[in-house]
């Protein structure tokens, strides 16, 4: 029997929403499942092992029979499991294993021979050319090498300047920093390692701000000792920590137990550990007057508000991170997706924390006209400028609410929604899309994701109510011709179809009804032959997290769905 769209359509729903209900936590919110990494697991059993060996050794061994299990036929790595192979996943589990005395022949013959580094120079050179001006992550890795042997000069590492970390916040954005906003910690901790490794005529003088510097990553250590929440980030500073000499401060001893807390069953590690408070405002969002409990949820959303200054990024109250966790830091798409959710599921009633909210959104807004992601005024790399897609982000958020402001917030609001209206179309690409900063697919060969960025800004304009039409326009046209003959779509015009890429790009389309109906039918089509097929739930590494790194999670495909659907 052929089933009609519209059956097809229900089938999808129900059973999405029926995962999406059996996921719930108790505590009334969603967690999610994020992807093991190879980049996590590496690190943090290196730094276990530098940090304390044996009373480690359960976790280290754990973590070294997941990396060699889950290893590539040719010797190497993806960022997840379902990732292809790359050059710091590859590179920084051959530098853990290689510390550990386990390398697989077959990986030693990968770094010589597929990437091509025979000596110490190659590598150095390809880690640092791979990354190019930010050393966010290139200087870590390479740090990592050194611990391990495999660099045996330290001057070959570009210096951290750690001494700057002890001036103050609002400063940094002026100092040219080589690092991006969130990686102050292992600016410093780094920073104290290299002055120690690499002695110059000015060591003496810089090793006097090593008391001051390490009062300052004391301060901006979570209680759950876990920078960002990020088992990488708090790996990196930890090894740093213990090879400089400071193995038993409460930094190091707070950050491996962070890392023994935050291991799985299987010995890995994610690359955060988890988005608790991103995936409850998707499905908030998805699900909306569906949910019994809506005054419940909106209760639990609001009290994830920062109240006070976050001592990470100097950011003032009223902003929402991805977790409810301690290593949380209020950013840009994570308060709009809050303020988005209440929307719902307040029906629009004002409470005092959506005013915080959009204060703090506006703060946040760069002199571009666009929204970064966790710092105004850090412009000079990658993951500190304004972004497309958290821009529409907050434009969405503040048009929902603007007109229930106090009188005080209306103008200020208005005009923020304006300059960033303006911004968002010079941003757009040629081919009439928008390459959001957050995700992108693995599978296109730039790793970017327009089809993610037309999508997603489409159906944040249009559900925002301004009226927004020449870059609308024009991306609607992108969309409809980056269609796959399958009837999904990926992240551009002929890149494989993905569960989630056909979600967003379906939702965008439903704005467009009747002309986009054929279409939209073509996209049901597909997804309904993956829930048929059983792998309409696959993961897809589809997140771009800090410094290129891949990640899937378990609730992307499934509150994508849900929001797609019900606006058809």
């Known amino acids: 029997m052929t089933l009609t769209t519209e059956e097809k359509i229900s089938a999808i729903r129900h059973d999405a929403t029926n995962r999406l209900f059996a996921l719930r936590r108790s505590d009334g919110m969603w967690e999610g499942h994020l992807s093991s990494s190879a980049i996590s697991t590496s690190v943090s059993i290196f730094a276990l092992s530098l940090i304390n060996h044996d009373k480690y050794n359960k976790e280290i061994e754990n973590g070294t029979a997941w990396l060699l299990r889950t290893m590539k036929p040719e010797g190497a790595w993806g960022d997840s499991v379902e990732s292809p ?5 590859t590179l920084l589990s051959y530098t853990a294993l290689h510390h550990l005395k386990q390398v697989p022949e077959a990986t030693e013959h990968y770094i010589r021979e597929t990437l091509g580094w025979k000596d110490e120079q190659q590598l150095t050179d390809g880690v640092l050319a791979y990354y190019g001006s930010d050393l966010t992550f290139s200087v870590p890795i390479l740090m990592m090498c050194a611990l391990a042997g495999i660099v045996s000069d330290w001057k070959r590492i570009p210096p951290f300047p750690f001494e700057l970390a002890v001036l103050p916040q609002r400063t940094f954005r002026f100092l040219n920093l080589p690092v991006v906003s969130y990686a102050i910690p292992a600016l410093i901790a780094i920073g104290i390692l ?3 490794k690499r002695r110059t005529w000015l060591s003496g003088m810089r090793e006097l701000f090593t008391s001051r510097a390490l009062r300052v990553l004391s301060k901006l250590q979570p209680s759950d000792g ?11 500073v930890s090894m740093c920590m213990a090879e400089a000499g400071f193995r038993e401060h409460p930094v190091t001893q707070a950050s491996a137990q962070f890392l023994c807390d935050t291991v799985r069953s299987d010995g890995a590690w994610p690359i955060d550990t988890n988005l608790a408070g991103w995936v409850t405002s998707l499905a908030a969002r998805a699900l909306r007057d569906e949910l019994p409990d809506r005054e419940r949820l909106a209760e639990i959303i609001r009290s994830n508000a920062t109240r006070t200054q976050h001592p990470f990024t100097g950011a003032k109250a009223g902003g929402w991170g991805w977790t409810n966790l301690s290593g949380s830091v209020p950013d840009g798409d994570d308060t709009s997706g809050a303020l988005v959710a209440l929307h719902a599921l307040l029906d629009g009633k004002y409470v005092d924390e959506v005013g915080a909210g959009i204060d703090w959104l506006i703060d946040l807004q760069n002199k571009d006209g666009g929204m970064p992601t966790f710092c105004r005024g850090w412009g000079k790399l990658p993951f500190d400028r304004s972004t497309p897609d958290i821009t529409a982000h907050a434009i969405l958020a503040m048009s929902l609410w603007v007109n229930s402001l106090p009188e005080s917030q209306k103008s200020r609001c208005r005009k923020s929604i304006s300059r960033m209206t303006s911004w968002l179309e010079k941003a757009m690409t040629k081919e009439g899309s928008w390459n959001p900063l ?15 960025g037309a999508a997603t800004i489409i159906d944040y304009l249009k559900s925002s109510g301004l009226g927004i039409q020449l870059p609308v326009t024009q991306a609607l046209r992108f969309l409809l011709d980056s269609q796959n003959p399958d009837g999904g779509w990926g992240g551009n015009k002929g890149v494989k179809s993905k569960v989630t890429l056909t979600a967003k790009a379906i939702g965008a389309l439903s704005h467009f009804r009747p002309d986009t109906n ?14 048929e097929m059983g792998t309409l739930y696959d993961r897809e590494p589809i997140g771009l997290y800090f410094s290129r790194l891949w990640y899937s999670e378990e609730l992307y495909n499934i509150t994508y769905l849900i929001s797609a659907l019900r606006q058809l």
């Open 85 to 89: 192979v790359n050059m710091s996943a």
């Open 194 to 196: 290299q002055n120690r």
């Open 226 to 236: 876990g920078f960002l929440e990020a088992a990488p980030l708090t790996a990196f």
């Open 438 to 452: 957050w995700f992108g697919d693995q599978d296109a060969d730039d790793e970017k994701n327009a089809v993610y």
């Open 518 to 531: 054929e279409a939209i039918r073509r996209g049901i089509d597909y997804l309904y032959k993956r829930y």
